[in-house]
């Protein structure tokens, strides 16, 4: 199935699988609209919304 055009909502998406699902679609050509719980780096995992926002919309999305 093709998602290419398609507007696709993915929620925990600034980082782990949700973002590795928010890029994999991105490249196949799908619109991407991510949200995450929290705008703050976490120190562990690393990572924004802001800085997944910007990964997604470089691999098209």
Same mark, same amino acid.
């Given at each position: 199935m093709s998602l290419k055009n398609?507007?696709?909502?993915i929620t925990g998406a600034s980082r782990g699988i949700?973002? !590795?699902i928010a890029?994999?679609?991105a490249a196949?050509? !799908?619109n991407i609209v991510i949200a995450a719980k929290s705008v703050e780096e976490n120190t562990t995992l690393g990572g924004t919304i802001f800085s !997944? !926002?910007?990964e997604v919309e470089a691999a098209g999305g």
């Amino acid at each position: 199935m093709s998602l290419k055009n398609k507007t696709v909502f993915i929620t925990g998406a600034s980082r782990g699988i949700g973002k !590795a699902i928010a890029l994999r679609l991105a490249a196949e050509g !799908a619109n991407i609209v991510i949200a995450a719980k929290s705008v703050e780096e976490n120190t562990t995992l690393g990572g924004t919304i802001f800085s !997944a !926002a910007e990964e997604v919309e470089a691999a098209g999305g």
